[in-house]
T-cell receptor, first 121, second 111 residues
Framework: GAVVSQHPSWVICKSGTSVKIECRSL??????MFWYRQFPKQSLMLMAT?????????EQGVEKDKFLINHASLTLSTLTVTSAHPEDSSFYIC?????????????????FGAGTRLSVL | DQQVKQNSPSLSVQEGRISILNCDYT??????FLWYKKYPAEGPTFLIS?????DKNEDGRFTVFLNKSAKHLSLHIVPSQPGDSAVYFC??????????FGTGTRLKVLA
């Protein structure tokens, strides 16, 4: 399978500071990456779709000024949590999409990073 | 509106037996379905997928079945191994759109 690297894996910060999380596709180019958030014992909640060279598309209820997304190259997307507060503490996961077509089937597969545990004090 | 549902939050299976995880969806426009495995504090790992033009896809110990008329898919793991213990998520998409994930089923394989 494809490799997606997410960094850092764990970060602790003070309330009011900003935190940047990086997501890299290591062995393929990804025009589209996704950012998810997972609360304990819950499913993955899509926050936004990151498109290379254009603005991210945010899901309903996600503050775009709070969660800044930059996808400046085909292998890197970053999520910056601005002015973080304790309620932003969560597990953030990125994915990179790989699309393959053949034999009448379009395979739309996302490969995920290992996630980032954010704790805001 | 939960378009993808996994109604069993947990499942326990004896080692060597078959594990069957189920997933139901409501949107008939979905045309691609996937299963992911997730360990705590890690990102999901892709397991297997199926297109809506098929009703079965097999990869080693993993087989996914799709019943479009019932809007139901299932993942069979045979034989189950202790290392399979994890949370399993099904996901559905339409074309190259974003995924809709189910709520997950925690599988525990007992040695």
């Amino acid at each position: 399978g494809a490799v997606v690297s997410q960094h850092p894996s764990w970060v602790i910060c003070k309330s009011g500071t900003s935190v940047k999380i990086e997501c890299r596709s290591l062995d393929f180019q990804a025009t589209t990456m996704f950012w998810y958030r997972q609360f304990p014992k819950q499913s993955l909640m899509l926050m936004a779709t990151s498109n290379e060279g254009s603005k991210a598309t945010y899901e309903q209820g996600v503050e775009k000024d709070k969660f800044l997304i930059n996808h400046a190259s085909l292998t890197l997307s970053t999520l910056t949590v601005t002015s973080a507060h304790p309620e932003d503490s969560s597990f953030y996961i990125c994915s990179a999409r790989r699309i393959r077509a053949g034999q009448g089937i379009t395979k739309n597969i996302q490969y995920f990073g290992a996630g980032t545990r954010l704790s805001v004090l | 509106d939960q378009q993808v549902k996994q109604n069993s939050p947990s499942l326990s299976v004896q080692e060597g037996r078959i594990s069957i995880l189920n997933c139901d969806y409501t949107n008939s426009m979905f045309d691609y379905f996937l299963w992911y495995k997730k360990y705590p504090a890690e990102g999901p790992t892709f397991l297997i997928s199926i297109s809506s033009i098929k009703d079965k896809n097999e990869d080693g110990r993993f087989t996914v079945f799709l019943n479009k008329s019932a809007k139901h898919l299932s993942l069979h793991i045979v034989p189950s191994q202790p290392g399979d213990s994890a949370v399993y998520f099904c996901a559905a998409s339409r074309g190259t759109y974003k995924y809709i994930f189910g709520t997950g089923t925690r599988l525990k394989v007992l040695a």
